[in-house]
């Protein structure tokens, strides 16, 4: 048997030796339905969402602020695209190979 043979073969009965282990494992922590239904039929409170009042001008004002930033940033992928494409251009263009003229 060759060398790798047998380092394939050791891997193969560590990922299983592995693999058994986690799944002795996962069989400890699974709940039993018992405690699956109790968990799922415990009582849940229920309240009243806290609703702050905003006042509208504060509302605006946010929705504005939030508007420049969206603007700013598309901005600023415009500019990014343009620089890319003037800067592979460029490239492109020196290294173009231009034929003799005869």
């Known amino acids: 048997m060759n060398n790798w043979e047998k380092q394939r073969d050791l891997l193969i009965e560590e990922a299983l030796a592995f693999s058994q282990k986690v799944a002795a494992n996962a069989k400890r922590d699974v709940p039993s339905a018992q405690q699956a239904v109790k968990a799922t039929q415990s009582p849940v ?15 605006r004002a946010a929705i504005q602020r939030r508007l420049m930033n969206f603007k700013a940033h598309q901005e ?4 990014e695209r343009e620089e890319y494409y003037a800067m592979t251009m460029a490239k492109a263009r020196a290294t173009q190979w231009n034929a003799p003229k005869t």
């Open 45 to 59: 409170s229920m309240k009243e969402p806290v609703v702050t009042k905003v006042a509208p001008k504060d509302e």
């Open 76 to 79: 600023r992928f415009q500019r």
